[in-house]
């Protein structure tokens, strides 16, 4: 069946080896073998990567009579294309949604930030391995990715931006110019138009009217579209009256699922208390120059809540523990939780064995924690785990406020703006800065005894310094 078409190949394959191309394209490879066992001349040891084909003259085709047509097919070409894979993912992160920062067309150098995977917990920068083009995205923007899936194209340059140079082929000769034919000249001359007998006639002008036709109104172009920041969220209402819908994404998909679960779950009561900031702000007022020059940090309110918080902690241990189906953990270790505010939602990077920290100890290890959260480096290993929360929604100038559990912890602490306001202090009204403190707990496990008494200690520490110095 397929014999009969062989001249008709013949003439393809010798034609071009595009033409060869197309044809074992077309053809299946058994059609290939089925010619090499007519022909006797493909290669079949290098059939996959050189292929020769050799047709003899005459019906049988046993004997060659033109010289060998071959083609071979090279991945030089292809290695000046890199392709860019999904980072690896933590173990407990199976998948994320990809955001774009480039587009086709830009210039990226090696380790530039392309793009990132945005997880439940964190995300994961896309950093361009070579320097080199953006030719091809092979995923699209907030499409789900997982570890190992094909990202982008880059084709590799030499560095400055441009792609390396392909070998060109040498332009063809331009054709000649055309002649252009000029016809000869006519033998006879072109007769002579007659002259008019009678006066010629006069034709008015047309009356070119005096006023012009009023122009179409201008048409009105559709309002601006607000403005927008990261993820397309608007920055601010414009009064344009449109809507916008935007995914959620995934980290705020999981705070969003993480908070629900801690209100379906616990029981969760709130007590209240207020501590006069007098004291820790006349101590980091007086030791303020002198802590920077040692440490080399400054000194906040926040190291102050945070060891009168693991102080109390050791005292209360019910209130470091947790509920685990039927059974109660108590952690022999502290591990307080910080709530950091971000651009792309709540975070919460865990400060670990607080209850052997320093002033100096916490504070730096905030400014680091910090740092992470701010930058987005934050891994999955700095918010792993917890015992007990911080929140302080006084760095917005929260007045007072019921904080969430953060599961799987059973205590929370929120600390809120700092205002002078009159107090009683020795029968007398004074002015002083004071602050609103919240610790929302699980009932299910703290009595209320436990959660009132934590909130006095946690007071006392930071009203007065030195009872952390006796342990009192």
């Known amino acids: 069946m397929f014999s009969h078409k062989i001249p008709s ?28 066992a007519q022909c006797g001349e493909i290669n079949s040891a290098s059939f996959r990567q050189t292929r020769c084909i050799s047709i003899g003259a005459g019906r049988k085709y046993s004997k060659p009579a033109w010289p060998h047509r071959c083609f071979q097919t090279t991945s030089t070409f292809y290695d000046n294309v890199k392709i860019v894979e999904t980072p690896p993912f933590a173990e407990s992160v199976s998948e994320g949604d990809v955001r774009w920062d480039k587009v086709v067309g ?4 090696e380790d530039d930030v392309i793009g990132e995977v945005e997880t439940d917990k964190t995300s994961i920068a896309i950093t361009a391995p070579v320097s080199g083009v953006i030719v091809e995205f092979l995923v699209e923007d907030g499409s789900t990715v997982v570890p190992g899936l094909q990202l982008l194209k880059i084709e ?27 016809s000869p000249p006519p033998k006879t001359p072109p007769p002579i138009p007659p002259v008019p007998q009678g006066p010629m006639a006069i034709h008015a002008a047309p009356e070119i009217p005096s006023s012009k036709a009023p122009p179409p109104p201008p048409k009105m172009s559709p309002p601006p579209p607000p403005p927008s920041g990261p993820g397309g969220v608007p920055v601010r209402v414009t009064g344009t009256r449109t809507e916008q819908r935007v ?8 705070i969003a699922q993480r908070l629900k679960d801690a209100q379906n779950v616990n029981a969760m009561l709130t007590t209240f208390n207020e501590i006069d900031m007098s004291t820790v702000m006349d101590m980091r007022k007086k030791f303020k120059e002198e802590f920077q020059k040692k440490h080399g940090i400054k000194l906040g309110f926040m190291s102050a809540f945070m060891k009168a918080s693991a102080h109390a902690l050791q005292e209360m241990p019910v ?14 270790y502290i591990d307080i939780s910080v709530a950091v505010a971000t651009p792309k939602g709540l975070v919460v990077p865990v400060l670990r064995n607080v209850e052997a920290m320093n002033f100096a100890d916490i504070e730096r290890g905030l400014s680091e924690l910090g740092q992470k959260a701010s930058t987005g480096n934050l891994a999955i290993e700095d918010m ?22 953060n599961p799987p912890q059973s205590a929370i602490l929120g600390m809120h703006g700092i205002f002078e306001r009159p107090v009683a202090i020795n029968g007398k009204v004074e002015i002083r800065p004071m602050m609103y403190v919240a610790l929302t707990y699980d009932h299910r496990l703290i009595d209320g005894r436990e959660a009132v008494t934590f909130l006095r200690k946690v007071k006392t520490g930071v009203e007065d310094p030195h009872a952390l110095l006796l342990e009192l």
């Open 106 to 109: 830009d210039a990226v150098a």
């Open 384 to 405: 792993d785990g917890g015992t007990f929360t911080v929140s302080n929604g006084g760095v917005f100038g929260s007045l007072y406020g019921t904080p969430i559990i």
């Open 247 to 254: 995914k959620m994404s995934r980290m705020r998909q999981r």
């Open 319 to 332: 209130v470091n523990a947790v509920i685990d189906d039927l059974e109660i953990i108590y952690r022999d």
């Open 156 to 182: 590799i340059s030499d560095g400055s931006g441009a792609p390396a140079a392909a070998p060109t082929k040498a332009a063809a000769p331009p054709p000649p110019p055309k002649e252009e034919s000029v």
């Open 9 to 36: 190949v013949i003439s393809r394959i010798i034609t071009s080896r595009s033409s060869i191309s197309q044809f074992l394209n077309q053809r299946p490879l058994r059609s290939i073998r089925a010619l090499h």
